[in-house]
């Protein structure tokens, strides 16, 4: 409860900052693989923005349960147009708190830990009345150790974000 209410209050404090071109979406096409996100936007300046997301996984996988909660961000150039409309580019890192539960009934373990994703993305956001749509893609770089094992590396990312814009 405490991350939500952290979250919100910088969500607040940077649209209360940022100037008039702000938008909130969520990727729906994410939730067939097991992925919710949640990304507020905010103009910076006259070429740039700067997206702030929050990330809940779920899934399975062989004889683990996996969840995880995390947050990121991405700083945006917009070529040829005003920020939060238009192409995009720019670096984006996620943190991620990860936790996987064996499904073993007799002596189940549980295992946490932490990933770091650094990468880039690129996408193009329409405006049609204050509806949103985006499709983006990039790469992420994800490092993390769970279990004694090394887990992570390159990762293709794709996604169309639905949402509100004002």
Do not use: C
Request: overall charge positive; charged content about 15%; proline content about 2%.
């Amino acid at each position: 409860m405490k991350k939500i209410l952290f979250l919100l209050l910088l969500l607040f404090t940077f649209s209360n900052l940022s100037g008039q071109s702000k938008a909130i979406m969520v990727n729906p096409l994410g939730l067939f693989w097991g992925v919710m996100n949640v990304q507020y936007e905010f103009r910076y300046d006259s070429d740039n923005s700067i997206a702030l997301r929050a990330n809940f996984v779920g899934y399975d996988i062989g004889t683990f349960s996996n969840s995880a909660f995390g947050f990121g961000g991405s700083y945006r150039w917009y070529h040829s147009t005003k920020p939060v409309v238009g192409l995009w580019y720019g670096p984006s890192a996620d943190l991620l708190f990860w936790t996987a539960r064996e499904k073993n009934r007799f002596a189940p373990s549980t295992y946490r830990s932490s990933f770091l994703g650094l990468g880039g993305d690129v996408g193009y956001k329409w405006n049609f009345n204050q509806f949103g749509v985006e499709v983006y893609g990039g790469l992420r770089y994800y490092l993390g150790e769970i279990a004694g094992l090394s887990f992570g590396g390159a990762s293709l990312i794709a996604g169309i974000n639905l949402g509100y814009i004002w």
